[in-house]
C-alpha cells in the first residue's frame, strides 16, 4: 500500500460517507434521528456523537502534526505503509466488516439528551477537516510519525494506521446507524 495513493483513496471513503450521512441522515426528523431500536443500543444521533468524540481527538493531533510541518515541499514523497502490530490490531478491531464487538470505553459512550442536528453538523465537520488534513498529510512520513491513541500516552499508533483506523471506525459506526434508520422505518412514519 502507498501512502499518496491511499490518501486519496481516504479521502474518497470519506466523500462517500459525507454523500450517505447528506442522503440518509439529512432528511430526517428529530424523532428519527433520536429513536433507539431498544435501551441498550444507539440512535443514529448517538451513533454520530460517538465518532465525533473519538475522532475530535485524533483529529486534533493530526491537525497538529501537519500544523507542525512548517515550510512544505512542493511535492510529497510517496512511501510504502509499514502498519504497526498495535496499528494493524486496533484496525481489525474497529474493521466495518469484522464480526467482533468491541465495548466502548465509558468516556467514548454518547448521551441520551443530544442535540440531532447540532451533532449532525459537528459530524460533516469533523469530516470535512479531516478530508482537509489528508490534502496535507502526505508531507508527513506515515510510518515514522506517532500518534497517540485514546488509551494514553505509553500506547502510539503510527498516522499511517491513524488515518486507515479512522476512516474504517466512521464506516463501520455509519453502518450502525444505516441499521438503526432501518429499523426506524418499520415504527416511525416518515
Known amino acids: ?21 447528506e442522503r440518509e441522515f439529512r432528511p430526517l426528523s428529530d424523532e428519527q434521528l433520536t429513536w ?32 507542525d510541518l512548517g515550510l512544505m515541499q512542493t511535492h510529497p514523497t510517496d512511501q510504502t ?17 469484522t464480526t467482533l464487538k468491541m465495548p466502548t470505553v465509558s468516556f467514548m459512550k454518547p448521551r441520551n439528551d443530544l442535540n440531532a442536528r447540532d451533532v449532525l453538523q459537528q459530524f460533516v465537520e469533523l469530516q ?3 478530508d482537509e488534513i489528508l490534502n496535507k498529510a ?7 510519525t506517532q500518534l497517540m491513541t485514546l488509551f494514553g500516552n505509553w500506547m502510539k499508533i503510527n498516522v499511517g494506521d491513524a488515518f486507515l483506523m479512522l476512516v474504517a471506525h466512521t464506516e ?17 412514519a416518515k
Open 1 to 21: 500500500m502507498q501512502k499518496l495513493e491511499t490518501a486519496q483513496q481516504l479521502q474518497q471513503r470519506i466523500r462517500t460517507v459525507l454523500e450517505t450521512v
Open 81 to 97: 505503509l509499514k502498519s504497526g502490530l498495535v496499528g494493524r490490531t486496533l484496525r481489525y478491531l474497529i474493521d466495518p466488516n
Open 128 to 130: 470535512q477537516l479531516l
Open 36 to 67: 433507539k431500536p431498544d435501551t441498550r443500543r444507539w440512535s443514529i444521533t448517538q451513533c454520530l456523537q460517538h465518532l465525533n468524540l473519538a475522532e475530535r481527538f485524533y483529529i486534533r493531533n493530526l491537525q497538529k502534526k501537519v500544523d
Open 172 to 188: 463501520r459506526h455509519i453502518q450502525q446507524a444505516l441499521r438503526v434508520k432501518q429499523e426506524a422505518n418499520g415504527f416511525l
Open 138 to 144: 502526505p508531507y508527513l512520513d506515515w510510518n515514522q
